[in-house]
Structure formats: C-alpha cells, structure tokens
C-alpha cells in the first residue's frame, strides 16, 4: 500500500509531454513540460545571454518582451535587490554583451520606486563604464521616461567624477553611438564645472573650438588638457612623424586618429604599444592585413604574450565569447563587414590576411583563461551536447552564425581540458556519435559539431545512455536550450533511476543556453544545478558544485 501510495505520487516515468505529478511544472515552448525558474534566476539568464537573435521557438521581440515583462517584476519585488544583480553580472564582466544589463538598468531607473531610482543612478558609472554603454543607456532610458533632475544628474555625474583625464580619454576614445555625442549628453545634462579646468574640457565637448585648440603655440600644463590639445593636432597632422611622435607621447587610441593614417604599420605598431586588450583582439586581421603581424615578427610575439597573460585577460574583462568570435574572423582571414557568417564562405572569399598559427593557438588558450578560475573536481564526468534542431537556430551575444549548438560545444570543452575523467556525447531524440578531445582546437571543434545530424529533442537521454552501457558517473552536464518534449521519461526523472541503479548518487548540472523561464533540473533537488550558458563564471561554479565543494 505505501509503495502503491509512493509511485502514484512519484512515478517513475512520466511522459515529457505531461507534468510529473505532484510537481510543480510549466510547458516549455516544444510542448514538453520543465521546471519553472525563479524570477531572480530568469533575470540573470537574461543579463549574461540577452534575447538577441531570439530562439528556435521564439522570435527576438517576443523574447526581449517576455524577459523585460520579468526585469519589471523583479523591479517591483524587490528593485534594490534586481539593481545589485545587475551590477553584480555587469561588474565582473560575466556576460558577452553589457547591452542586456545596460537594459535593465534602464528599467530600473525608470520604473523603480524612488530609492530603486536612484541605486540605479549611483550604479550608473559601474554599469556604464566606457562612453558607448552610457550612450547605449540613454538610448534605453529616453524611450521609458523624460530628462528629469535625476537622470540629469546621474548622467552629469558619470562626467564629473571621473579624473579630467580620464574624463578627456573617454570622450576622445567613445566619440558616438546611435547619434549620440558627448556634445548631446551634456547639453542635457548641463553639469556644473568644478573648476576652471573642468570648464575648459566642457566647453571644448560642447562647442569644439578646433582652431583654437590646434594653434595653441604652448602644450598646456595640465594633462587632462594637454591630452585634448594632442587630439586636435593630430587631426591637423600632415606627416606619419607627427602622428607617431603624439601616439606615443600620449598613447592616442586608434580611435583620436584619422583614418586615413590607418593604413601605416609603423602607425599600427605605435599603437601596439600601449593597445588595450579589446582593441588588439578586435584588430588582429587588420594588423596582419597591413603587414605588421606577421609569422616571427616581434607584433606576433607582442600579441601572443599578451593573449596567453591570465591576469591582463581578467583585468580587462575580456569574455571567452569575444575571443571565440576573435577566433572565428581572424581564421577566416577576411572581414565580415557587416555580411552574416556562413561556413561556406571560409572558402569562396577573396582572403585579406593570412593568419598565422602561433596567433590562432594563443586565441585558443586565451578562451580557457578568459573563464574565471576553475579548479578540477576529478569527478565522473558526462558533457551531454543537446544537438537538436533548435540549438541550430538564434546566435549567442550577436556573433554572426554563433549557435547555441557551437558556443555549447565551445562551453563543454573549457571543462574537458580541466578534467581527467571526462566523456563526450550528444543527443537530440537518439544519441549521436561525437568525436571531439580536449586536445582539438576550438575551431577544430566547432566543425566537427557543425557537420552533425539533427532531430526532436530528448533530455534524458544522457542517463538513460549511462544505465544501458552500465557507465559509472558522478556528474551529467546538459548543455540545452531546455525545450525538452519528446521522450517517454523527464530527464530528473531518468537521474533518479540512474541513482537508484548504480547507488552513486549522480548529479546533474544543466547549463541552459538561452533566456527562456524553464529548466530541466528539479529545482527541489539538492543534487540539480542550473547555470547560465556562457556567464564566464560557470564553469568555476560548475566544477565546484560537482566536487561538493558549493
Ligand atoms: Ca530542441
């Protein structure tokens, strides 16, 4: 009688298209029913993976709406808590994109109660951090609520707290986006000067008196203006002496030159010194397009020492998704300019550059180093890829031809090349013959997933695989889009099974690679973990809930 009571409360195998009973669970956009995120767990989804390209199942406007409608409800639960999520993401560069939290950022000081308002107004400068993210915030923020005192003063403010040199730096570097300037934002603003030469910067932002700026005789005392008077000459320059002498002297960005000059090596190559790493990643093709990285030339040397620096990757908040998508254009050896990516123009495009290996196998290693830390769990480990059909389809952090397929795949192999005692499958509703290493390069690896068969989805699959060939297993790992509905048994299900078969009691970590509300993993079992599919903090977290180290 108990047992009858036990298995018609908890049965043991449930069709995907009904709900376990007894559990609390929603219907997933396939038709199969998953478990329901927390509000707190969707906005995170959404801060590191963004609505961009939409899923399978979804289109790019209803997702963004959806995930926007839950930003507003976490507002309304608790506003300060959703602000400090979003710094928290945005801060420690965990996600691709700063556009989603830049977003949310924006609801928040627009629908928030009075003290949410303005902890999203002090965060301002955390979240917006380089010219392009504020310009990005007003662009968000203009279309949720007016220029009252408080956006005015957050946005004179991301100005005048900032050092004047920096200040200068920022305004050079970050010159416009969407139509915006820095003429605009403090013409709306209208910050007060806190002194003379704080003034000066303003009025040279607002009014830009080139000429006077260019034919100063005397280089200004102060840097900050100094650094503006630098600018104005090099636009004036008439010889490459002149440009590389001001870069040098006071380490002009790419962006305060003409772009006529861009065409020198030797302009490059003063560049290189002083480059930061999101500009030397993003321009790899164009400095070997102009001859100065080359195969042994001292760029190249320059360029794979920094790719392969841990700390200066960290420091500089790169994401192992702008390495991927570095990896990816460099490879190709032509610039995209704007075209969408298809495997199948590696071949037939003219090639611009020819990318050398050294620089292509440092990319490699910097996107292992570009996670945060990950220490090994020498656990039993499945890396389950979902290779259905729906995972071909949207691009993750905008990365032209990016599936959440390939980027899974990319994922899984950070943890490989950490583990010893790993294995390799993929699934979509039959498991699929997958013949990857941790040894292969990521390229290498993103073909080999690329060339695979495709079907309906069936999540459960990995355990069921696990108990058929009697594998002993601490930890599964799903990488999924969690839009499960085909097999004859839930995958947390199928877990408790391969528990009770094997007497180890296996965990499964499911990374979900796209911001819908649902999830696969019970979330009432301890020994289920749901992680956000390239937060570049979760295979750390991965590895530390697998060795019960969390
Ligand atoms: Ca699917």
Known sequence: MKKYLKNAMQPVATPQNQPIPGKQMVKNNA?????????????????????????????????????????????????????REIVAISEDGRAPRNDPAIFALALAASHGDPATRKAAFDALPQVCRIGTHLFTFIEFVQTMRGWGRGLRRAVGAWYTEKTPRDMVYQ??????????????????????PSDETVKAIFQWITRRDEAVWAQAAAIPADAALAYIHAFERVQQAQNVETVLSLIRQYKLPREALPTDWLREPAIWEALLTDMPMTAMIRNLGVMSKVGLLTPMSDAEKTVVARLTDANRLQKARIHPIAILSALRVYGLGFGLKGQSYHPLMANSQPKEWTPTPKVLDALDTAFELAFKAIEPTNKRTMLALDVSGSMMSGTIAGVPGLTPREASAAMALVTARTERDYMFTAFYDKMVPLNISAKMRLDDVSNAITNLPFGATDCAL????????NLSLDTFVIYTDNESWFGKIHPSQALAQYREKTGIPAKLIVVGMTATNFSIADPHDGGMMDVIGFDSAAPGVMADFSAGRI
């Open 31 to 83: 038709g199969g029913y998953t478990f329901e995120i927390s509000i707190w767990e969707q906005l995170k989804r959404f801060i590191v993976l963004g609505a961009e390209g939409g899923t399978y199942y979804v289109t790019e406007r209803a997702l963004t709406v959806a995930n926007a409608n839950n930003v507003l409800t976490c507002i309304h639960t608790d506003g300060l808590r959703t602000v």
């Open 171 to 192: 305004v050079v570097k970050y010159r416009q986006r969407n139509g915006w300037t820095h003429t605009d934002t403090l013409r709306k603003a209208h910050p007060m």
């Open 462 to 469: 990995p355990m069921l695989y696990a108990m058929k060939h």
